[in-house]
């Protein structure tokens, strides 16, 4: 492409960039089920007394970062997973399925609830996480395929 691209130049070369994102990205489903975990603590920490159910959520929302930056550096690019059309819906059912798991863990730390909740409901939360970011990704390189389509 030159330096001064026409429109038509810089949106072929946008298309082209955007699917083969989708196509080349291959990746082991480790990255999942490792980037559950921070969820996991920050749904589990929330069972816990203060101050260490605010700390559950400073150490998760740092585990959260330190995926993205793990990511970046290993793949090249990050996407917030609320800014493809239709993937964020994939973003919003996640949110919508783990902020129940934590306000149960809330409920138990505050109000004597059963002791186990908030390790079941950190189990649950990494399981959610891990499917829901392959679902997710799934999604997105959809998105990308019919966007280049």
């Given amino acids: 492409m030159t330096e001064n691209p026409t429109p038509e130049e810089a949106l072929a070369a946008i298309k082209a960039a955007r699917g083969e994102v989708g196509r080349s990205l291959d990746y082991h489903p480790m990255w999942d089920v490792v980037g559950g975990i921070p969820i996991a603590i920050m749904v589990g920490g ?5 101050p260490w ?30 800014s493809p059309r239709k993937a964020r819906w ?4 996640l949110v919508a399925l783990i902020m129940p798991l934590m306000l149960a863990g809330l409920w138990t730390s ?17 399981i959610i996480m891990a ?19």
């Fill in 131 to 149: 499917i829901g970011s392959r679902v997710w990704m799934k999604v997105y390189r959809r998105e990308l395929a019919e966007a280049d389509a």
């Fill in 90 to 93: 994939v973003s919003f059912a």
């Fill in 110 to 126: 505050l109000w004597d609830g059963p002791r186990w909740l908030p390790l079941v409901n950190a189990v649950i939360a990494w």
């Fill in 53 to 82: 159910s605010t700390l559950t959520v400073v150490f998760g929302l740092l585990g959260v970062v330190w995926s993205m930056n793990a990511w970046k550096a290993r793949f090249g690019w990050w996407v917030n997973g609320y």
């Fill in 46 to 50: 929330q069972g816990l007394p203060p």
